[in-house]
């Protein structure tokens, strides 16, 4: 005599259907991309469209949107300190770290891996 299956877990509040491993990698994995180009919006949209249907989409666009805060901040500093010479300098080194820190948290969402950024302020939890 075999036991009946155990029944599915029960749908996200909302009503809206959980996401398969794929698509969680994929919505991670754009996150973390889509602050490169559309700096803290990207990660944002990504978190409030998809965050509520998948705990690890939730938690990389997070950690993804909360880097972004610190990258507009470095931003900000960067464009007070262009009076003095250093601000260029310092522009052209937050943007680099952006880009070499989204592409390295994209690869490791892409194998379903959470990346926390080496550097990051988590003001959003």
Do not use: H
Request: aromatic letters at 12%; hydrophobic letters at 55%.
């Amino acid at each position: 005599m075999s036991t009946p299956p155990a029944p599915p877990p029960p749908p996200p509040a909302g009503g809206e259907a959980p996401m398969s491993q794929s698509d969680e990698r994929t919505w991670a994995m754009l996150a973390q991309l889509s602050g490169i180009l559309l700096g803290f919006i990207g990660p944002l949209l990504v978190l409030l469209i998809f965050g509520p249907r998948s705990a690890f989409v939730k938690k990389e666009s997070t950690e993804a949107l909360n880097f972004q805060i610190l990258v507009v901040i470095g931003y900000i500093v960067s464009f007070i300190l262009t009076f003095i010479f250093i601000g260029i300098l310092l522009f052209f080194a937050v943007a680099i770290v952006n880009i070499v820190f989204c592409i390295m948290a994209a690869l490791k969402n892409k194998d379903g891996i959470e990346y926390r950024y080496p550097i990051n302020l988590r003001l959003i939890k």
